[in-house]
């Protein structure tokens, strides 16, 4: 079968692989049909990921990929995860890409007149609908170019397998925690491409940097709770509750954990500061360094929200609820304090800098939850060097650096179980994307410039000699 009848092999009957751009390369047209076939599938967390999946298994059984390499399940029917294999020659330990297929909710309220969430509609230059930024555009060009790849009888050096995964959104059924519990063995790999973080940033119109997510914060919150003896208010004692407590707050408020860093957060101050000047830049030259300028850093992180966050672990108070009655003492309160800890802190580490900042042995400190620390991913050369490569012939000009996120998502999984793992999304988007809410929307050319990023980072990275011969 020859390159075109195998790329049409992915079409389904009826389509006539122009995916509404008459002329386009047929690869480009796949990739926009598989999209078009993947926003019109609900895949909101009543509904599931398993008929997108099994939507997806069928193109590439239809281009030529055996059964045995087009494997589904997950922890309930409609909860199916797709991981699909090019073979390799078995030079080495595979590629594994991953993305999800669930979607947040989408409330048709504040979609503009004529777009349907549900519905892949082409206006302006911009494709609207529930999931083309997140993350459903990067699910469509992992199997667009998968089936290229074949059609061209392209034989890596190792295997790609890709994993199409359920509940990232939400969580009860996590693919990839179910993959790693489950069917560990099918996503074994030398390292992790997670199309769901990092990604080009657009800036005044034009691209202005292009982010390799290598490491994420964990999100651990905490209950800090003060008790008083309660009574009726017209006789008030020195220990009221909601007084000791919001005295250990205003004594939080004022203090700041310790200055973290890591190659991941060095080698991006470094790079940005090449954009910036003066003193900006000076400091981020200087907090780039080893060891690094300290006044620099507080600098800095005054600076900006952003750069305190990549700075240290944060913790902020978010929620506070006292007394039962206007007038009656409150027998307790309590406050959430929300901690986003910068890896290689620990939980134990964070909760004594909160006792000893609350100051108040009173005050008990209880973790709501059990979060798992993530360590940071090393910048494999042989990652980090075939993405700017390609990125500078797309994108002549565009930086490419490292960031370390303050949110976590399934690339903190990956990296806990072992794999180093990349945000590798080569989709730039400016700040008016829409993602979980309304008019969510992704430009053209941006798809489909990410599609060829896919393609060109996907062959590189499987072929890489360097790894191969590990």
Same mark, same amino acid.
């Given at each position: ?254 203090? *700041? ?87 290689? *802190? ?117 072929? *890489? ?6």
């Amino acid at each position: 079968m020859g390159v075109l009848s195998l790329l049409a092999a992915g079409f389904p009957a009826g389509m006539n692989g122009q995916g509404g751009a008459p002329g386009a390369p047929p690869e480009r047209a796949l990739a926009r049909d598989l999209l078009r076939e993947l926003i019109e599938i609900n895949t909101a967390p009543a509904n599931g990921c398993t008929k997108a999946a099994e939507a997806l298994a069928a193109r590439l059984r239809s281009a030529g990929f055996p059964e045995t390499d087009v494997l589904m399940a997950g922890p309930r029917p409609e909860k199916q995860n797709l991981v699909a294999r090019l073979r390799g020659r078995g030079q080495g330990k595979p590629v594994l890409w991953i993305a999800h297929l669930d979607v947040v909710d989408a409330p048709r309220e504040g979609w503009l007149p004529g777009l349907d969430p549900f519905r892949l509609t082409e206006r302006d230059g911009f494709f609207y609908g529930r999931g083309v930024l997140d993350v459903k555009d990067a699910a469509a060009g992992l199997v667009a170019n998968l089936i290229r790849l074949r059609a061209e009888g392209f034989v890596p050096s190792r295997d790609v397998i890709v994993a199409l995964t359920a509940d990232e959104e939400t969580g009860g059924s996590n693919g990839v925690s179910w993959l790693l519990a489950n069917r560990r063995d099918w996503i074994d790999s030398a390292f992790c491409l997670n199309l769901d973080a990092g990604g080009g940033q657009i800036e005044n119109g034009k691209r202005a940097r292009l982010t390799v997510q290598t490491s994420q914060k964990t999100n651990q919150s905490f209950r800090a709770e003060a008790k008083g003896p309660g009574g009726h208010s017209s006789q008030p004692v020195g220990n009221n509750a909601i007084y000791r407590l919001s005295a250990g707050l205003a004594r939080l408020a004022e203090h *700041d954990p310790p200055f973290r860093f890591n190659e991941s957060t060095r080698a991006y101050f470094e790079r940005v500061a090449e954009s910036e000047s003066g003193q900006i830049a000076s400091d981020m030259k200087a907090v780039a360094k080893d060891p690094p300028d300290l006044e620099a850093a507080r600098r800095l992180a005054a600076a900006t929200p952003y750069y305190n966050s990549i700075l240290r672990t944060t913790c902020v108070a978010t929620r506070l609820e006292a007394g039962t009655a206007d007038n009656a003492l409150p027998p307790s309160a309590r406050a959430v304090i929300n901690c986003r800890i910068f890896p290689g *802190d620990s939980l134990e580490f964070v909760r004594g800098w909160l006792a000893q900042t609350l100051a108040d042995p009173e005050i008990v400190l209880t973790p709501m939850g059990g979060s798992v620390p993530s360590p940071a991913s090393p910048l494999l050369p042989e990652v980090m060097d075939p993405i700017a490569r390609i990125a500078g012939e797309l994108w002549p000009g565009v930086p490419v650096l490292p960031v370390m996120d303050p949110w976590a998502g399934d690339s903190a999984q990956m990296r806990r179980a072992g794999f180093p793992t990349f945000g590798a999304s080569g989709v730039f988007s400016d700040d008016n994307g829409g993602e979980h809410g309304a008019n969510e929307r992704i430009s053209v050319a941006a798809f489909d410039e990410s599609v060829e990023y896919i393609y060109r980072l996907m062959k590189t990275l499987a072929t *890489d000699a360097a790894a191969a011969n590990r």
